[in-house]
């Protein structure tokens, strides 16, 4: 079994902008140098869109969040510590299809209001020995 002493910790962000009342689809892949997706969480560039905000994703063609999941239990508020607020999962990365769709339901916007949504995504990569 390898200790966390032989990997390394890494980010890869997913940025897209979502308009008040739209559903934005994501396709992509993770970086072909990550072995594993150890976690993942969001921000939104505007807090008042959060309520309303739901999502879907799929990391290596294994769903990891369900249908109609609200963005706020998966949501990083800057006063928190990563560790304390990443959602846990354990997928295959090295090039796998990250899928994501990402629907407003916002009341708290105006009508032309547009924000970004980052999707931080944890992972991990084997030190090379």
Not at 32 to 37: A, F, G, N, Q, S
């Given at each position: 079994m390898e200790n966390q002493d032989?990997?390394?910790?890494?980010?890869?962000?997913?940025?897209?902008?979502?308009?008040?009342?739209?559903?934005?689809?994501?396709?992509?892949?993770?970086?072909?140098?990550?072995?594993?997706?150890?976690?993942?969480?969001?921000?939104?560039s505007n807090f008042d869109a959060l309520p309303g905000a739901t999502f879907r994703m799929w990391i290596d063609d294994v769903e990891v969040i369900p249908d109609d999941t609200e963005v706020a239990i998966a949501h990083h508020d800057s006063d928190i510590s990563i560790p304390d607020v990443t959602f846990p999962v354990d997928e295959k990365a090295k090039n796998s299809p990250v899928r994501i769709i990402y629907k407003d339901d916002s009341e708290n916007l105006a009508v032309d209001d547009t924000y970004f949504v980052r999707v931080y995504l944890l992972a991990v990569q084997n030190k090379k020995k």
């Open positions: 032989s990997k390394v910790r890494k980010l890869q962000v997913i940025k897209f902008e979502v308009k008040k009342g739209e559903t934005f689809e994501f396709n992509g892949n993770t970086k072909t140098e990550h072995d594993r997706i150890t976690g993942f969480f969001l921000r939104l």
